[in-house]
C-alpha cells in the first residue's frame, strides 16, 4: 500500500509563492506518474498538473506558466512550485500517484491520494 502525505500549503498573499511537497511511503513510485489536484469550495475536484516517470510535465491552463511540478525520486517525493498565486488557486491541493507510466489527467486513473494541504490565497 502506498501513502502520500502532503505539505507545505498556507495562507498568503496574492502574488506571492508556495511550495508543495508529497512525501511517498510504502513503495517506490519511481516509474509511477504522479499528479496534483485542487478542489475549491463547492467545485470539483480538478486537475492541475502531471509528471510522468521521466519528468515530462503537464499543466491545466490556469496554471500553465506560474506552476512547475518536478520530483525527487531519491527522496521519494515531489514538488509542486506554485508562483503568482491568485486568489482563484485557493484550494485544497491534493498529490495522486498512478500505476501508469504515462501522465493522465483523469482523476479515475490515479490509484492512491493524499490527504490533501490547505491553500489559501487572499486578494
Known amino acids: 500500500q502506498v501513502q502520500l502525505v502532503e505539505s ?3 495562507l498568503v ?4 509563492s508556495l511550495r508543495l511537497s508529497c ?4 513503495r517506490t513510485l519511481s516509474s509511477s506518474s ?3 489536484y485542487r478542489q475549491a469550495p463547492g467545485k470539483e475536484r480538478e486537475f492541475v498538473a502531471a509528471i510522468d516517470w521521466i519528468s515530462r510535465t503537464y499543466y491545466a491552463v490556469s496554471v500553465e ?5 518536478s520530483r525527487d525520486n531519491a527522496r521519494s517525493t515531489k514538488y509542486l512550485q506554485m508562483n503568482s498565486l491568485e486568489a482563484e488557486d485557493t484550494a485544497v491541493y491534493y498529490c495522486a500517484a498512478a500505476q501508469s507510466r504515462y501522465h493522465t489527467t483523469r482523476a479515475a486513473e490515479y490509484n492512491f491520494w493524499g490527504q490533501g494541504t490547505q491553500v489559501t490565497v487572499s486578494s
Open 65 to 69: 506558466g506560474r506552476f512547475t511540478a
Open 13 to 16: 498573499q496574492a502574488g506571492d
Open 23 to 26: 512525501v511517498a511511503s510504502g
Open 34 to 36: 504522479m499528479g496534483w
Open 8 to 10: 507545505g500549503g498556507g
